[in-house]
């Protein structure tokens, strides 16, 4: 059975940091697209990141570029969201998510829809 975790979430400053975790069980992270997702209160979710396995590489949506960096240890099935310079528009639930792994993830990583596992989400608040 797919699981993901997430945790690392909480309020910190703005510019300061926080590395988000998602642990991945019943799965093996090479055959699968790790995707990164926030919620605002009153909003849609949204795509911050994502790991692709097929096409070795990372995203990053433009607000969070520069910013945010994704990571994957096999050896902990686990990937991290290492987030820095966060600023208040930050502020959000954050959720991981899993796919298959296809090539060209680039055209589909920031749509929901696409992924068919989700975490329970972990809060991240960025307020002085």
């Known amino acids: 059975q797919v699981q993901l975790v997430e945790s690392g979430g909480g309020l910190v400053q703005p510019g300061g940091s926080l590395r988000l975790s998602c642990v991945a069980s019943g799965f093996t992270l090479d055959d699968y697209d790790i995707g990164w997702f926030r919620q605002a209160p009153g909003k849609g979710r949204e795509g911050v990141s994502c790991f692709s396995s097929s096409d070795d590489a990372a995203y990053y949506t433009d607000p969070v570029k520069g910013r945010f960096t994704i990571s994957r240890d096999n050896a902990k099935n686990t990937v991290y969201l290492q987030m820095n310079s966060l600023k208040p528009e930050d502020t959000g639930v954050y959720y991981c998510?899993?796919?298959?792994?296809?090539?060209?993830?680039?055209?589909?990583?920031?749509?929901?829809?696409?992924?068919?596992?989700w975490g329970q989400g972990t809060q991240v608040t960025v307020s002085s």
């Open positions: 998510a899993a796919r298959y792994s296809v090539q060209n993830a680039s055209a589909y990583y920031t749509s929901p829809q696409e992924y068919t596992s």
